[in-house]
């Protein structure tokens, strides 16, 4: 399956890229194929704006979207969460 990580990256140290690169990491070890914004997005100077549209056409290409803890604060993320629900892919969201 492919699937694209969701979740907050402003305000948080590394732009929580640690909790994005393990989840990512962890489906891997599962066979799956992931999309990861901390590898599309590697650089944190970038404009909000800029990484979105990256990101966006990444996740258009998935089935499913694993969100982070905190998905829900995150402006890009809560896009992410609403394009994927829109488009009918599946929603993990390891916290229930």
């Given at each position: 399956?492919?699937?694209?990580?969701?979740?907050?990256?402003?305000?948080?140290?590394?732009?929580?890229?640690?909790?994005?690169h393990?989840?990512?990491?962890a489906?891997?070890?599962?066979?799956?194929?992931?999309?990861?914004?901390?590898?599309?997005?590697?650089?944190?100077?970038?404009?909000w704006?800029?990484?979105?549209?990256?990101?966006?056409?990444?996740?258009?290409?998935?089935?499913?979207?694993?969100?982070?803890?905190?998905?829900?604060?995150?402006?890009?993320?809560?896009?992410?969460?609403?394009?994927?629900?829109?488009?009918?892919?599946?929603?993990?969201?390891?916290?229930?």
């Open positions: 399956m492919r699937i694209y990580v969701a979740g907050p990256m402003t305000g948080y140290p590394d732009l929580n890229f640690p909790a994005f393990a989840a990512a990491a489906l891997r070890a599962q066979g799956h194929h992931v999309e990861n914004p901390a590898e599309i997005n590697a650089d944190p100077k970038a404009q704006l800029d990484c979105m549209r990256m990101d966006i056409a990444r996740l258009v290409t998935c089935d499913a979207v694993y969100l982070l803890p905190g998905w829900e604060k995150s402006r890009g993320a809560k896009v992410e969460h609403g394009l994927a629900v829109g488009l009918g892919f599946q929603i993990i969201n390891p916290e229930g």
